[in-house]
Structures are given as structure tokens and as C-alpha cells.
């Protein structure tokens, strides 16, 4: 029997739906949510991606602000926008589209966000504040994850959880939250030593290693919930169209819950980036 099928596009419509009242509320207080995204170089992807997020932002009634520099910018100019963009009171949140170009520091540049406005949830004291178990923002990949585990009724307490990949941005998160949430996780890589015996364990697999169809039917236990955070270009030779990091035809006779690839995690992500940029209007509010 296949698996069901976690519809990620229909979950975040739901919240973004949800989102309306949240705005209209702080508009009763005369406070409209901000989101300023800052992007760097012409890279394709990130030009999608952030074109992505501002459409987000303007259907869910936040005010958004791109400012887009040419690859061999000055780091310091770009510094400097964060700073006036940190006593911007219009701006609730700050997100720079990674990559960056060389020439950054990409860790000095997300430590340069104001803890407050980083609503990508990258600032190490965000991070930190997330390993103590009391977020103030969580990274939006893996925040949008739980949310669909919430969604499909997924326990989590005492139950065996995979994390392949290890990134700042989803595998270290993922885990993270995980544990808070009473899971027994193991976080693995492409390199880990018989990563399948590790997986082949695992109540929920998530993926997030960056391979086209790494994890193979072979390694997935028999109905556990397979989240699928890879997005992949296959080859032109192959079609080139998108793919996840989880051979999803062959593991969906396997599992009993998994994400396809598009229409999975990819729509949770830019959702929980609008939430997080609600949540800190709204804290502005209360303080």
C-alpha cells in the first residue's frame, strides 16, 4: 500500500489564510509587519527565491522591502544597510538570501542582524536560544516540518528520529527541534558509516543532504514518516526536472507518511518565514 501523500501547498495556504486575521489585528494597533530581504548577486535561484517571498509577503498583507547589490559589493555597504535597517521601525524582520559572494562573511553578516528582526532564525543567539529549548525564532524549513508532523497527527515523544544532513540552515535545527520535542534522534551525513542501518531505524527520516534520490527504498523502515527536504535539478539527459533527496516512487511503497518533491517542505518554508515575521510585530506590540 502507498504511502499518504503530506500535502505541503494545501498546509500552507491553510496558515497563510490564517495569517489575514494576525495582520489585521496589528493593523488595529497601527502596526503593519515588515520584512526586508536583502539580496546579493545575480544567482538565479536566490532571484526565485526571493522573488517568491516578497509575492508571500504582499498576498499575506506585510509590507516587504527588496534591496538587491551587485555581486562585487562592498561588504560594508551591505553592513551598513543592516545596521539602518535594525533601527528601522517599519522593519520587523530582516532575511539575507544566502549565498553570498566571496568576498562575505557570511557568519558576520547574519551575527550583524538585530536577535529581534532575525527571522530566519540564524543569529547565534537565536541558535542558542532554541538548543535551551525556548526559541525565539526557529529556522523556517525545519519550523514548517513540524508543522506538517503537527498537521498529520505524528508523534514524536519517544520515537526514533533520523536527520540526514547537518547544515546550520535545516539538519542542526531540525534536530534540535526534535529533541525538544522528546524524540530520540541520530543526525547522520552522506559520509556516515552504514547510514542505512541508522535510517532503516528510524520512525521519521528527514533528508537534507543536497543528493537526487539519496535515500532509497533499502533504507526506510516499513511505514515510518519520510520527510523529504532535498530540492534537486536532475540532469537535462534525465528530464531535468525537480527532484528530492528521497527516491520517492520506490520509498512510497515503503513508508506510510512521506513529502513529495515539489509541492512538500518547499511551500512550509516561505509560510513560517511570513509567521515569524507576524510574530515579531506582534511582540513589538506587547512589549
Same mark, same amino acid.
Given at each position: ?26 493593523a488595529a494597533h497601527g502596526q ?14 536566490? $532571484? ?23 555581486? %562585487? ?29 566571496? $568576498? ?27 538548543? $535551551? ?56 551525513n552522506s559520509k556516515t558509516r ?42 537535462? %539527459? ?24 515539489p509541492g512538500g517542505v518547499g ?21
Amino acid at each position: 500500500m502507498s504511502a499518504e501523500s503530506i500535502d505541503g501547498k494545501a498546509l500552507a495556504e491553510e496558515l497563510r489564510a490564517g495569517f489575514k486575521a494576525r495582520v489585521a489585528a496589528l493593523a488595529a494597533h497601527g502596526q503593519r509587519p515588515g520584512l526586508a530581504v536583502i539580496l546579493v548577486g545575480e544567482d538565479p535561484a536566490s $532571484q526565485v527565491y526571493v522573488r517568491n517571498k516578497v509575492n508571500a509577503c504582499e498576498a499575506a498583507g506585510i509590507f516587504s522591502q527588496k534591496l538587491v547589490y551587485p555581486a %562585487d559589493v562592498d561588504p560594508a555597504t551591505v553592513l551598513a544597510k543592516i545596521a539602518a535597517l535594525n533601527a528601522d521601525p517599519a522593519i520587523h524582520g530582516i532575511l539575507v538570501q544566502l549565498p553570498l559572494p566571496r $568576498q562575505f562573511d557570511e557568519k558576520a553578516v547574519l551575527e550583524a542582524i538585530a536577535p529581534a528582526k532575525d527571522v530566519d532564525g540564524f543569529h547565534a543567539e537565536n541558535v542558542g536560544a532554541l538548543a $535551551q529549548g525556548n526559541p525565539r525564532f526557529i529556522p523556517c524549513t525545519p519550523y514548517g516540518v513540524m508543522k506538517m508532523l503537527e498537521k498529520h497527527g505524528v508523534e514524536l515523544v519517544g520515537r526514533e528520529a533520523v536527520v540526514i544532513g547537518r547544515s546550520n540552515i535545516v539538519g542542526k535545527p531540525m534536530a534540535l527541534l526534535l529533541i525538544n520535542a522528546g524524540a530520540t534522534v541520530t543526525v547522520c551525513n552522506s559520509k556516515t558509516r552504514d547510514l542505512a542501518a541508522h535510517t532503516r531505524r528510524a520512525d521519521i527520516l528527514v533528508a537534507a543532504v543536497g543528493k537526487p534520490r539519496f535515500v532509497t527504498a533499502a533504507m526506510v523502515k516499513p511505514g515510518a514518516v519520510v520527510i523529504d527536504v532535498g530540492i534537486n535539478r536532475l540532469p537535462a %539527459d534525465e528530464g531535468g526536472k525537480l527532484c528530492g533527496d528521497v527516491d520517492f516512487a520506490a520509498v512510497k511503497e515503503v513508508a506510510a507518511l512521506i513529502t513529495p518533491v515539489p509541492g512538500g517542505v518547499g511551500p512550509m518554508t516561505i509560510t513560517m518565514l511570513l509567521a515569524n515575521t507576524i510574530e515579531a510585530a506582534e511582540r513589538e506590540i506587547r512589549t
